[in-house]
């Protein structure tokens, strides 16, 4: 076997062994668990640099592994993946830092760990999955790896969360599963490299594409939290900061987000899917979740709820995109997969820490935080001015190109759609960073574990999120940069889908 077929099961392991060995290990054993979770994640980092220096390099990376008699798991590498993959190692770094901390005196931490580390592992198995089939199976290992993640605390709130979790994706999971089997007995295996390969069923089975089309959106569209399937991401904010983090930025809604880009890319492709009469429906779909995920989010006095509805709108950025086809609007929804899973991340961390350190749960209890956590609310601040979309942030970058596709495109009404949502995003971010910073703090705390030598609270909360708002603010200032996700971004749609 090839180096470059073994990197791509290193890159898998990477995770899935350190996942394992934690498993075994005593609650008590707090240095082997640290020390394994953070070598996993910087060798996945290093591992994942050499895939897409040998991707930018015309270098090919493939693997199947026999799962059925004549049915295989098929990994391969392509820039697209390469997009998914370098987001989920970046930020399962960033995020096993701050878990270390967080949970610092909880129960159940090499429980926790472990399905953390499995959770990220089948993450980047939907991002190297080479067919439809491969892509089903970690999909639907993905619920399994982060259903204990989300009941984690034990609570009655968190069984009945996880309860609703399961509800809504083992639901979505059928649907997918009964969409991939229909297409199967129709084409056989779907290879993503395959491109057009529906595109001679457009005049004999047309009724039968819709469906499966319907049925492969709404299965990978509960992930997506696509409206009306998201009513499970606003119960699963009981769990713990890291594993919001983890579902909004990391894993499952950005899985959602990557299968349906998968879908109407690289199963159908924009000639069949625009021919079939399902890029309008699907970004309407996209147009309502934006707007609507906003409007919730302006009713909301739980500061993770808010960031909840928040992804709920943000997240349909990526499928708007895709759905306008033009090009310049597919690489404003693609870099946006990168750019909100940065600004969510940060914004996740920073409601963490002052829950932790404060015991602050509501946006009406945050007046004065921002002196008591300066650099967690600068952290905050500079993470919201990017989600609202204020130049020279990520955010603003990701709508820049969707409005100019937009327009190039002939669809002057979704301009409406952007600005509308973005000053919903300023209503409902900006109350809270003026309470934060020039509104007097309302009596003390609900308790208040202390600052920690130089550092506000543990360093460890404090670095990943201040890291992860200067990367927000890099990536805006550099967008033009070669080394940039913009740059990654327009290598894929001009090597692989402009021609459509």
Known sequence: MAWQNWLLLLILLSSMVPGLIIFT?????????TALNLCGAVVKMILVLVMIIGISQGQRFAVALPLLPGVDLVLRADPLSALFVALSSLLWLFTTLYAVAYLEDSPN???FFGYFSLCVTVTIGIALAGNLLTFLFFFEMLTLTTYPLVIHRGTAEAMAAGRVYLLYT???????????VWLYVLVGEVDFSRQGLLMPLLDGHRPALIGIFCLLISGVGVKAALVPLHGWLPRAMVAPAPV??????????????????RIVLDVYGLPLTSGLGLLMPLMLVATCTILYGSLLALRQDNLKRLLAYSTVS???YIVLGIT???????????????????????????????????GVHAISRMNGVG?????????????????IGLPPLAGFVSKWYLGLGAINQGEGWLLVVLVLSTLLNAAYFLPIIYRAWFREQEGPWPKDSGAMGLWEC???LVVPPLLTAAISLLVGLLANSTLSPLAWVRFIVTTRYEPW
Do not use: D, Y
């Not at 300066?374 to 919201?384: E, N």
């Open 25 to 33: 290990l005593a609650e008590s054993n707090r240095g082997w668990r």
């Open 109 to 111: 931490r090499s429980h």
């Open 170 to 180: 083992l639901t979505g999971g059928l649907l997918l599963f009964l969409g991939v």
């Open 244 to 261: 919001s983090a983890l579902l909004h930025a990391v894993a499952v809604v950005k899985a959602g987000a990557f299968g349906i880009m």
């Open 314 to 316: 943000q997240v349909s």
């Open 324 to 358: 306008i086809g033009n090009p310049l609007a597919i690489m404003g929804g693609m870099v946006h997969l990168i750019h909100q899973g940065i600004m969510k991340i940060t914004l996740f961390f920073c409601a963490g820490n002052i829950a932790e350190t404060l």
């Open 371 to 387: 002196r008591r956590l300066p650099l967690t609310m600068g952290a905050f601040t500079l993470a919201a001015m990017g989600m």
């Open 458 to 460: 543990h360093w460890m």
